[in-house]
């Protein structure tokens, strides 16, 4: 397979140190809309923020901030961002949930090349469904991650929704101590167990906010679990609160569960919340407060609840016809090389990250547009959130709960649950198929599917 586009930058080097109100800055972001190549300029680079007060941490950001800058496009319509690189180290941009051309999917050796120090890249493609997604690198990633490196990607309706306020929420916990330093990012033995966990939860970038949202309306809350690791237990005490979208895909408008509802790395939720009409609400995992919800301004008056989200345009998977593939995720523990070791593996064998040059060895071969059903089964007592590059799935079984069908990019395998998805393999190339705890990808629970 030959790449194409990455591209030193050339010209383009005055763009990283532009004064803003006297502060040296290191980035800059833009939408020119004169420019005929692209409507985002985004750049990684490293930035000094305060997570701790009085205490700079070193994160990586993208457009100057860590969550990401929010990038927004329309369903259907092209989302073209020149990606420039201004890291000391190679990356690139995969959009996480995104239907898209394999050669836009962002995995380094599989899709392109790694974007190097200096280098942009120009990412060009269509964007089919509505709704909240994200993005974030494939490569190195507790390190690129865990610093920062991820951010929400928003695809708007074609037609208005029922919504008329809506905020987006990025979950994030740091792995700094408390003088801001950051802590081992993947710490081994944790990597064989949940994942390491960081310290510092914060919700886009702040620790424990207060978000002033409008008295009395009904409120689009997207949250994203841009965490590497952690699985939150979202509650809302008190809230009058509806989902209405999981991982970027509408479903019927359905009461928050009773213990909260679990959205593990890389997943998504989309939640109509009431603002009450003064007063506050917390958002929370398990028992703790994420962020203060704070109604503010004349309250409205009461409005009904906003009409389904309208359908994305999935393929129906056939169950009748579909060929049944098994996955196997379990623990399996190599120190052959200690300094890269293997804790996972899916159906016995452990991802082993392409070299250049090298093209991936997939764990199944699909006919495009054939229709799968996939068994997964966790062989272990840890959550795995399994999630599938460049198609949309539909849940449809599970041996631990009543599945009401929903399509999804992700779905978080409880521990030994067995389920099972369904998928059209309408898109060619080479998907990665990974579990999406970091620390586990990192260290075997990944491999790539093949669609032909
Ligand atoms: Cu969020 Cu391989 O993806
Ligand atoms: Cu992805
Ligand atoms: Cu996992």
Redesign the pocket.
């Given at each position: 397979m030959s790449f194409s586009r990455r591209q030193v930058l050339a010209g383009l080097a005055g763009v990283g140190v532009l004064g803003l109100g006297g502060t040296a800055v290191r980035y800059w972001l833009g939408r020119p809309h004169d420019l005929a190549t692209h409507d985002y300029q985004l750049i990684a680079a490293p930035l000094d923020v305060e997570l701790v007060a009085g205490q700079p941490s070193t994160l990586w950001a993208y457009g100057g901030q860590a969550p990401g800058v929010e990038l927004r496009c329309r369903q259907g319509e092209r989302l073209r961002v020149r990606f420039i690189n201004q890291l000391s180290e190679p990356t690139t941009i995969?959009w996480?949930?995104i239907r898209l051309p394999i050669d836009m999917d962002g995995v380094p050796y599989i899709s392109q090349l790694p974007v190097r120090p200096g280098e942009y890249f120009d990412y060009d493609f269509v964007c089919p469904d509505a709704g909240s997604f994200w993005y974030h690198p494939h490569t190195a990633s507790s390190e690129q991650l865990g610093r920062g490196l991820v951010g929400p990607l928003i695809v708007e309706e074609r037609q208005p929704t029922g919504f008329r306020h809506e905020r987006t929420l990025c979950l994030k916990t740091w792995a700094v101590d408390e003088q801001g330093a950051f802590m081992p990012l993947l710490v081994p033995r944790e990597a064989a167990r949940a994942g390491t966990r960081g310290r510092l939860a914060t919700v886009n970038g702040q620790p424990r906010p207060v978000v002033d949202l409008p008295a009395g309306e009904v409120v689009r809350l997207r949250l994203l679990n841009v965490d590497s690791n952690i699985t939150y237990t979202l509650n809302l005490p008190a809230a009058e609160a509806r989902i209405y979208a999981l991982d970027g895909n509408p479903l019927a408008p359905r009461a928050m569960p009773a213990k909260g509802l679990r959205l593990g790395p890389g997943m998504r939720v989309d939640l109509a919340l009431r603002v009450p009409a003064s007063g506050e609400l917390a958002l929370r995992d398990g028992p703790l407060r994420l962020a203060t919800l704070r109604a503010v301004g004349a309250p409205a008056e009461a409005s009904d609840w906003p009409a389904p989200l309208p359908v994305n345009p999935i393929a129906e998977p056939d169950l009748q016809r579909a060929e049944l593939l098994r996955f196997n995720f379990e623990w399996a523990a190599s120190l052959a090389d200690p300094a890269d070791p293997v804790y996972w593996q899916i159906n016995g064998k452990a991802w082993q990250s392409p070299a250049p040059g090298c093209a991936a060895q997939p764990i199944a071969r699909l006919r495009l547009g054939g229709h799968y059903l996939f068994e997964l089964r966790n062989l272990s007592q840890y959550l795995h959130p399994i999630?599938l590059?460049g198609m949309t799935f539909k849940v449809v079984w599970s041996d631990r709960q009543v599945i009401e069908p929903w399509y999804t990019?992700t779905y978080l395998l409880g521990k030994n649950e067995t389920a099972r998805i369904a998928l059209v393999a309408d898109n060619p190339g080479l998907w990665?198929f990974h579990c999406h705890v970091v620390d586990h990808m990192e260290t075997g629970l990944m491999a790539a599917i093949e669609v032909a």
């Open positions: 995969h996480h949930g999630h590059h990019d990665m």
